[in-house]
């Protein structure tokens, strides 16, 4: 019971990777803030932690919208007085092809939610973090590649905007990290190989199709990591790129030390200013 007594909220915890995590969650103890834009998934995913016996509520959320993130932070204290723990989970696939044929609105609103919903997210929960002095928060990243522009370049920004957080947090016993979970079959990648093939890109077709056909990354190990990234065990490991397919998990907790001595586990080499 890695989490008992935590509270976390969970944005897009409505299906896929979301719902994934929030039970993860719930085995381990916490309680959940479940946020997405459809009520009935996430009253879906409530009755499912439910059953493993944790507390829940269910907030509707657009997460591009400042007052209803504000009400959701305010509706998760009137349920639980805390928040521990926030997994910045909520995102969009947004336009399949060339850049210069993408929908404009479209190309906006995957920068919108992807990364303004993660920045009001933190920007809404930290003042209770800061409070408490104490918290974890898990931003999921995700790859880039061709004919995925909006996409790839919002969630290079999530990165960023992990290091530069944890930066800023310093001292404050508040960790930031970015979860990249790989190619998992969601929603998100049938409908990125359905748009694949409707341009008639057959690499990202082919790829999509092998995803969703069984051949993608696992959804339980990325729910670990999160449990990872969320625990004590993650200690002071902040500002770091952590990914589900690759790393040693089991052993992560004896490695922190190490992943923060390096500059592989960044976007990029971070020098201070002077």
């Not at 898990?138 to 370049?153: D, T, W």
């Not at 960023?160 to 969601?186: M, W, Y």
């Not at 770091?240 to 089991?250: E, G, L």
Request: hydrophobic fraction near 40%; charged fraction near 20%; include cysteine.
């Amino acid at each position: 019971m890695r989490l008992e007594g935590r509270v976390a909220v969970i944005t897009g915890a409505g299906r896929g990777i979301g719902r994934e995590i929030a039970l993860a969650y719930a085995r381990e103890g916490a309680n959940l803030a479940l946020v997405a834009r459809t009520t009935s998934e996430l009253e879906e995913t409530a009755r499912q932690a439910e059953a493993i016996g944790v507390a829940t509520c269910t907030i509707t959320t657009e997460v591009t919208d400042p007052a209803q993130v504000n009400k959701m932070v305010r509706q998760t204290m009137e349920r639980f007085s805390t928040i521990d723990i926030l997994v910045n989970n909520a995102g969009i696939p947004g336009p399949v092809g060339p850049l210069w044929d993408n929908d404009i609105a479209y190309w906006k609103q995957t920068i919108e939610v992807n990364v303004i919903g993660v920045f009001l997210c933190c920007r809404s929960v930290l003042p209770v973090m800061l409070a408490n002095n104490r918290g974890k928060i898990v931003n999921i990243y995700g790859g880039r590649g061709r004919h995925l522009s909006s996409y790839g370049a919002s969630k290079m920004a999530v990165a960023d905007l992990t290091e530069t957080l944890s930066l800023e947090l310093e001292g404050r016993n508040i960790q930031v990290n970015a979860l990249s979970p790989g190619s998992i079959h969601t929603r998100m990648w049938e409908q990125t190989r359905d748009a694949a093939q409707a341009i008639g890109d057959t690499d990202l077709y082919e790829y999509g199709r092998r995803v969703t056909s069984g051949g993608g990354a696992s959804m339980e190990r990325a729910a670990e990591l999160a449990v990872f990234l969320a625990c004590d065990a993650s200690g002071a490991l902040t500002g770091r790129v952590i990914q589900s397919t690759t790393d040693d998990i089991p052993n992560l907790p004896s490695q922190t030390s190490k992943i923060m001595a390096s500059d592989l586990y960044t976007l990029r080499r971070v020098e201070p200013l002077d």
